[in-house]
């Protein structure tokens, strides 16, 4: 099974322990065949997107989704088939 979207949907995100958030709010969809560039100053929260779309992160708020299904449903063996094809 291949990755055909990457949906975020009010995703936001902070670290434990802190009350200040990395990202908020952030809606956006990626397609298949779609190029996407993260810019951003250093602590911007290019890093921790990432971290979250790889499934290394779980979303503070919000919804991530790949292909339709929350990322945090998926199991790492599966999130690793997802992203390795």
Avoid: C, H, W
């Avoid at 809606?27 to 971290?51: H, M, P, S, Y």
Wanted: glycine share 8%.
């Amino acid at each position: 099974m291949s990755v055909d979207t990457v949906e975020a949907k009010k995703l936001s995100y902070r670290y434990p322990l802190t009350d200040q958030y990395v990202l908020r709010s952030i809606d956006l969809t990626i397609q298949r065949g779609e190029k996407v560039a993260l810019v951003g100053e250093n602590g911007a929260g290019k890093t921790t997107f990432v971290k979250l779309v790889s499934g290394m992160l779980y979303p503070s708020d919000g919804m991530l989704l790949v292909n339709g299904i929350p990322v945090e449903e998926l199991l790492p063996a599966s999130r690793e088939r997802y992203y390795n094809e």
